[in-house]
């Protein structure tokens, strides 16, 4: 690795755990919110997590708002090899979604708990989204390229099409993202993911 890129990344984690203080200070209001109307929805927990691959393909547990009933995840039935090119999540009319996750994950508000992977640093505030492990089985070695940058709460992909996306499109989105990082790259990706989560592109 170039000293100039070892350097960028240096900044790059530095900018990650501010803006994560940052936005963690200015949505707990909003948080505690999330969470009393989350409790009052549905039954269970507030906060749901989930293993997933991050960077060098080392997994972690990522932290999100729930927005299924309890124990929904166990329903979801992975795509086959074959499938996997063209596979899109689409979660409009599912009936696990509660009527708060829906809201929530319409406004994306339901990934205001990764903040805490950011400072941990299992994440960045930019990168390629982290997927679970029954996805990454599927990757071909070309795929696997993605994780070679830490994953982020936003990214190349979500910017260009979020859950409109096929895997093999938002992998695509990815690599590129990786072989042409650079930090006022992330600068343009957080500002485009503002707008666009304000404009619901790409949400169900």
Do not use: C
Not at 70 to 94: C, L, M
Not at 170 to 194: A, F, Q
């Amino acid at each position: 690795m170039s000293t100039s890129k070892r350097l960028g990344l240096t900044i790059k984690r530095i900018f990650d755990v501010l803006g994560a203080v940052f936005l963690g200070i200015l949505t707990m209001p909003l948080m505690g919110a999330i969470a009393l109307a989350i409790r009052k929805d549905s039954p269970g927990p507030i906060f749901f997590k989930q293993t997933r691959i991050g960077q060098e393909g080392q997994p972690f547990i990522m932290w999100k708002f729930r927005t299924m009933r309890f124990g929904a995840e166990h329903e979801w039935v992975a795509p086959s090899a074959d499938e996997i090119d063209t596979y899109r999540f689409q979660d409009e009319g599912d009936s696990r979604i509660t009527t708060v996750g829906r809201w929530l994950r319409r406004t994306s508000l339901d990934e205001l708990p990764q903040l805490y992977n950011v400072l941990a640093g299992h994440m960045s505030l930019v990168g390629p989204r982290p997927e679970i492990p029954e996805m990454v089985a599927l990757y071909t070695s070309e795929m696997h390229r993605r994780h070679r940058m830490k994953p982020g709460l936003t990214g190349l992909a979500q910017v260009s099409g979020r859950g409109d996306l096929s895997t093999a499109e938002s992998v695509r989105w990815d690599l590129d993202y990786v072989d042409h990082w650079n930090l006022w790259l992330d600068i343009k990706i957080l500002w485009w993911t503002v707008g666009i989560v304000a404009r619901h592109e790409g949400a169900q």
